[in-house]
C-alpha cells in the first residue's frame, strides 16, 4: 500500500522541490523527504509550514522527539498572534495528515501523528476525538485521550458564557457526540465512558439521539452482559438526556428492582405511571410496578391491588385493539403483563384466558406489522413447507435465552446428551446471546447438530430458522422471554411446541404445550390456546445434578443437634402470606424446631413478613433464621442437606428446587392447586415415588407438616424411598425421557403430515 501524500495546506501552487518531497512521501521515502523540507526551510525559514512538514517527517520516521524540537523551536519565536497562528497551522497540518492515513487504512502511523499533535497542543479537543476514532480499527482504547477529554470537557473555562466561537475552544457538539457514539458502541463497559457521557451531555445539541443511543446501549449490557449496574448507570444518563423517555424508565425501574433497590424500582415504576400517555403505556407501567411490589416479597396488599388494575387495563386494551387492530403491540406486553398472575392466584380458567386473548392480540398485531412492512417474511403455513434436499431425519430446533447454568439450562441439557442422532438432528438457538459460556459449549453447543448465538433481533432469527428447514422448533422460555415469544408469533417453523420455561403462552402460532397428567388436571384442556401433549408418565426428568461439599452446620446457626429444622428456599414473590402463615403454624406445633429461609428479595421487608405473622401466631422470632443465598447452585444444593423437611410455597410451587430437594433425599410438603404452577412439585413426588407430603388443601398442608417434622421415623421413610427411587422412578430417568420426548415429536410430526398445516 502505498503512503498518502502530505499535501500542502496552502492552495497556493507547489514548487518543483514540494512537488518531489510529495511523491517521495508517497513512496514512503520519508527520510528523503526530510531532506527536501530541511532544504526548503533554509532556502526560505519564513515559510512556517515547511517545519511543519519536516516535523511530520521525523513523527513518520518514529524520531517522535526530533519533531517536537523542531516545532517547538517554531514556535518560541513571535507575538502571541504569530505563535497562535502556527500553532493552528501545525495542527491542521497534522490533523490532515492523520486523517489521509486513515483513509489509506494506516491507523497506526494515524495514531502516531495524533499522539505528537497532543503533544504540541493537549486542549485541541478535535485531535482527542480524532485519537479516540481510532480506538475501532485498532482494538485498542487510549485511557489516558479518555481521561483527558473529559478533564477538557468539565473545564470551567469551556462553560463561560463570555467565550465565542472565535476563542476557539467551544464544543462541536456534533462532532462530540460521533465520537462518543462510537465508544458507546464498541467499548460500552469502559469503566470510564459513562462519566465522559455525561460531561459531553452539556454540548448535545441533539438531545434526544443522545438519550436513544444511551437507552439502546444500556438495554444491551443488560440483555447480553447481565451487567444491570452498569445497565443503571447508562439509563440514568439516558433520562438526563431526556427526563420523559418513557421506555429508559420502564427499563430502570426493572434493573433497579433486579439489583435489589426495590425503592428505587418502585419510585421509578410510579414515575413511568406518571407520565404514561397510551393505554399500552400504562399496561406496561403497571405491570412494572406490579414486578417491583411482588419483587420485595412484603407488598402483597398493594400487590393485589396492581393485580386487580392490570385485568382492567387489559380489558380496556383489548377493547382499544378491536376499534384499531393495526395498532403495533411489543412482545414485552404480554411478557411483563401476565406474568405475576400465578404467583398471586391460582385460578387457571381466568387466567389462562386472559392471557390466551393477550397472546392473540399480540400475535394479530405482529402479523399486521410483517403485512405492512417490506421484510419479505411470511411465516408457516402461509408459506409451504420446503426442504432444499431430502433428509430421513426430522430437525428439531430448541431456542431459549436460558441455555445456561439457569434453571432451564439444567433441566434442557439431557434432551442434548441423549438425543437419538440416527433420528433426528437438533439445532440450539441461543437467544439475546452474543456467545456461549462453558456450560452452554459443553451441554448445548457440543452436542447439538448445529448451534448459533443470536443478539435478539426478532425478525432476522426467524428467518435464520426458517433458512435451516427447522421441523419442530421447541420453545424453552415461553413468557419468561418477550425475544423469544417474538420469534415463536412468526412460526419459523411447521410445528412449534413450548416446553418448560413456564406455563404455556397462549400464541396462537404454538401447536402443542408438552405437560404430563400431573402437572395440569384432565379438564384443563379447555382453557389451554395450544393442544396439550400429554407425555406417558412426567414432563421432565433429569439424571441428577451436581453437588458440592456442604457449608452450613447447625452449630453455626445456634440449632441444637436434635432440633428439627424446616426449611424454605424460594424467591420473594412466592412468598404468599396465606403460605407463610401456614408454615408457621407448624412450627409453632412443633416443639424444637426452626425454620430457614432463604431467597432473592427485599431481606427487611421479607423479615417484617415472617416476624409479623410469627408474632401474631405465637411463635418466637429467635425460631426463624434468614440465610444469605449461597455464592453457586452447587453449594446450594449441598447445603439442602441441613433439612429435616422442606415447605414448598403456593399458589406457586418450586420447580427446579422441588427436583433439587427430592434427589438430596429430603421430604418435602407442597399444596396441589389447579394451575400448572401450582402443580410442579405434585407431579414430580409421584414421578418420584412418593405421596407423603402431598396436600390438597390448606389444612392438610398443615397436617403434613406437623407430621413429617414430628415423626422421624416417617421421614426415614421418605429419605429412604427417594434414594431408593434414583434407580427406578422416572424423574431420574433421563434417557428414557428423552425416547419418550422423541416419540412425541414423531407424533406431531406425522399429525402434521395427515391433518396439514395448521
Not at 497534522?94 to 497542543?121: H, K, N, P, S
Not at 433441566?411 to 452474543?434: K, P
Not at 412439585?681 to 398443615?702: D, F, Q, V
Amino acid at each position: 500500500m502505498t503512503s498518502p501524500t502530505a499535501s500542502s495546506v496552502s492552495s497556493s501552487p507547489l514548487s518543483s522541490l514540494e512537488q518531489q518531497a510529495e511523491r517521495l512521501v508517497a513512496q514512503q521515502e520519508y527520510g528523503q523527504a526530510a531532506a527536501i523540507y530541511q532544504q526548503l526551510l533554509e532556502a526560505d525559514p519564513d515559510v512556517q509550514r515547511y517545519c511543519w512538514l519536516l516535523g511530520l517527517m521525523y513523527v513518520l520516521q518514529g524520531e517522535d522527539a526530533e519533531a517536537q524540537f523542531v516545532w517547538a523551536i517554531a514556535l518560541s519565536d513571535g507575538e502571541p498572534e504569530q505563535v497562535a497562528a502556527g500553532l493552528a497551522e501545525l495542527r491542521q497540518v497534522l490533523a490532515e495528515a492523520a486523517d489521509r492515513f486513515v483513509a489509506a487504512e494506516q491507523y497506526e502511523l494515524a495514531w502516531q501523528i495524533r499522539q505528537c499533535g497532543r503533544e504540541v497542543d493537549p486542549a485541541d479537543l478535535d485531535n482527542l476525538l480524532g485519537l479516540l476514532d481510532l480506538s475501532v480499527p485498532l482494538g485498542r482504547v487510549d485511557d489516558t485521550a479518555l481521561a483527558d477529554l473529559q478533564a477538557l470537557l468539565t473545564d470551567e473555562k469551556l462553560t463561560d458564557e463570555e467565550l465565542t466561537d472565535e476563542d476557539g475552544v467551544l464544543v462541536d457538539g456534533d462532532r462530540l457526540w460521533a465520537t462518543l457514539q462510537t465508544l458507546l458502541t464498541t467499548i460500552p463497559l469502559h469503566p470510564a465512558l459513562p462519566a465522559l457521557i455525561e460531561a459531553g451531555l452539556v454540548w448535545a445539541t441533539d438531545r434526544q439521539a443522545w438519550a436513544n443511543s444511551l437507552f439502546v446501549a444500556a438495554n444491551t449490557i443488560v440483555r447480553l452482559q447481565g451487567n444491570t449496574r452498569l445497565g443503571i448507570i447508562y439509563a440514568n444518563l439516558c433520562l438526563q438526556a431526556d427526563p420523559d423517555h418513557l421506555e429508559a424508565l420502564s427499563r430502570l425501574s426493572c434493573y433497579y428492582q433486579d439489583e435489589q433497590r426495590y425503592e428505587e424500582g418502585i419510585a421509578t415504576a410510579r414515575r413511568y405511571l406518571e407520565r404514561c400517555q397510551t393505554l399500552v403505556q400504562r399496561v406496561i407501567g403497571n405491570a412494572v410496578l406490579l414486578r417491583g411490589l411482588m419483587s420485595t416479597g412484603g407488598r402483597w396488599d398493594e400487590a393485589n391491588v396492581a393485580l386487580q388494575a392490570q385485568s382492567a387495563l387489559l380489558e380496556d386494551l383489548f377493547a382499544e385493539f378491536e376499534q384499531e387492530p393495526s395498532c403495533f403491540l411489543d412482545a414485552s406486553v404480554l411478557c411483563t403483563s401476565m406474568f405475576f398472575y400465578p404467583y398471586l392466584t391460582d385460578a387457571p380458567a381466568e387466567t389462562r384466558s386472559l392471557q390466551n386473548r393477550m397472546a392473540q392480540t399480540y400475535q394479530i398485531s405482529l402479523r399486521a406489522l410483517m403485512e405492512r412492512s417490506d421484510a419479505g417474511y411470511q411465516p408457516y403455513p402461509d408459506t409451504p413447507l420446503v426442504r432444499t434436499s431430502p433428509r430421513s431425519k426430522l430437525r428439531i430446533g430448541y431456542i431459549s435465552k436460558f441455555m445456561r447454568m439457569h434453571s432451564v439450562g439444567w433441566l434442557s441439557r439431557w434432551l442434548f446428551e441423549y438425543y437419538d442422532r440416527d433420528r433426528f438432528e437438533v439445532y440450539a438457538y441461543f437467544n439475546q446471546q452474543s456467545q456461549v459460556d462453558a456450560f452452554s459449549k459443553m451441554w448445548f453447543a457440543d452436542k447439538a447438530t448445529a448451534a448459533c448465538c443470536f443478539e435478539g433481533d426478532v425478525l432476522g432469527i426467524a428467518k435464520a430458522i426458517r433458512d435451516d428447514e427447522i421441523d419442530i422448533l421447541v420453545d424453552l422460555d415461553s413468557i419468561t422471554s418477550d425475544y423469544t415469544c417474538g420469534v415463536m408469533a412468526l412460526k419459523p417453523a411447521p410445528v412449534q411446541v413450548t416446553w418448560l420455561g413456564l406455563d404455556a403462552s397462549g400464541l396462537p402460532a404454538i401447536d402443542y404445550f408438552l405437560v404430563d397428567n400431573y402437572v395440569v388436571p384432565p379438564d384443563a384442556d379447555r382453557y389451554y390456546a395450544e393442544r396439550l401433549w400429554r407425555l406417558p408418565q412426567t414432563y421432565i426428568a433429569v439424571d441428577g445434578f451436581e453437588v458440592s461439599t456442604p457449608t452450613l452446620r447447625r452449630e453455626q446457626l445456634g440449632i441444637p443437634a436434635d432440633a428439627v429444622i424446616y426449611l424454605s428456599a424460594q424467591f420473594a414473590y412466592k412468598r404468599h402470606p396465606d403460605t407463610v402463615r401456614r408454615q408457621i403454624n407448624i412450627v409453632r406445633q412443633v416443639p424444637n424446631s426452626y425454620f430457614l429461609l432463604k431467597g432473592a428479595g427485599d431481606e427487611q421487608a421479607i423479615q417484617a413478613l415472617f416476624y409479623q405473622i410469627a408474632d401474631e401466631e405465637g411463635v418466637d422470632r429467635d425460631r426463624l433464621r434468614f440465610l444469605p443465598r449461597e455464592a453457586t447452585e452447587f453449594a446450594h444444593r449441598a447445603n439442602l442437606a441441613i433439612a429435616d423437611v422442606v415447605l414448598d410455597t403456593y399458589p406457586y410451587n418450586g420447580a427446579t428446587t422441588t427436583l433439587e430437594t427430592l434427589w438430596m433425599g429430603i421430604p418435602i410438603v407442597t399444596q396441589v392447586g389447579r394451575q400448572f404452577a401450582s402443580r410442579n412439585s405434585y407431579g414430580m413426588m409421584l414421578n418420584a415415588g412418593i405421596t407423603e407430603g402431598i396436600a390438597h388443601s390448606p389444612e392438610e398442608y398443615i397436617e403434613w407438616g406437623v407430621r413429617l417434622g414430628s415423626d422421624p421415623l416417617l421421614r426415614q421413610q421418605v429419605s429412604w424411598k427417594l434414594r431408593q427411587g434414583r434407580q427406578t422412578a422416572p424423574l431420574w430417568n433421563a434417557k428414557q425421557f428423552t425416547r419418550q420426548v422423541e416419540a412425541a415429536y414423531e407424533g406431531m410430526w406425522q399429525r402434521y403430515l395427515d391433518e396439514g398445516p395448521s
